[in-house]
């Protein structure tokens, strides 16, 4: 059996603007007359969305962004720390980890972080759990 296709809506935008408020950050894209959804036109307002977007240069070819770099960067780094003889005491120490050597590091970073792989810290989120316990050990 297939997959069912998702009522995916597809067209390029140009940011033209981006402000801030108390209830969130609000994005005017220009879309191309020809190229604006019929289903986006007649959605009403307060109509929810998930919404993916990737920057493009002027050949469409992907542009990487700070946050993959700033995600590649952690997944990095945190190989690094966990190779780091007083991080792994020091996550002996923290009962984090059962032992002090660079694999038991590595295991209790994941569990810590509860992620699977060092790679998830490319998602924010699991990025933000690392940042935290990296920020624990320099503080000792």
């Given at each position: 059996?297939?997959k ?13 603007s ?5 209830k ?17 036109l007649?959605a009403?307002?307060g ?12 050949h ?8 993959m770099?700033?995600?590649?960067r952690?997944?990095q780094?945190a ?6 003889l007083?991080?792994q005491k020091?996550?002996?120490e923290?009962g ?8 038991e ?9 509860e992620i699977?792989?060092?790679?998830e810290?490319?998602d924010?989120?699991?990025r933000n ?7 624990r050990?320099?503080?000792?």
């Amino acid at each position: 059996m297939s997959k069912p296709e998702l009522p995916w809506m597809k067209f390029e935008a140009i940011k033209t603007s981006i402000r801030q408020d108390g209830k969130g950050t609000y994005m005017l894209l220009n879309i191309h007359p020809d190229e604006v959804p019929i289903d986006l036109l007649a959605a009403r307002p307060g109509t929810r969305y998930m919404v993916g977007m990737l920057q493009v240069n002027d050949h469409d070819e992907p542009v990487k962004g700070r946050d993959m770099d700033e995600g590649e960067r952690a997944v990095q780094s945190a190989g690094m720390l966990c190779r780091n003889l007083k991080f792994q005491k020091w996550m002996s120490e923290s009962g984090l980890s059962f032992g002090m050597s660079e694999d038991e590091c590595i295991f209790g970073l994941k569990a810590y972080c509860e992620i699977a792989s060092r790679s998830e810290f490319k998602d924010n989120d699991n990025r933000n759990y690392y940042r935290n316990q990296k920020s624990r050990h320099s503080q000792v």
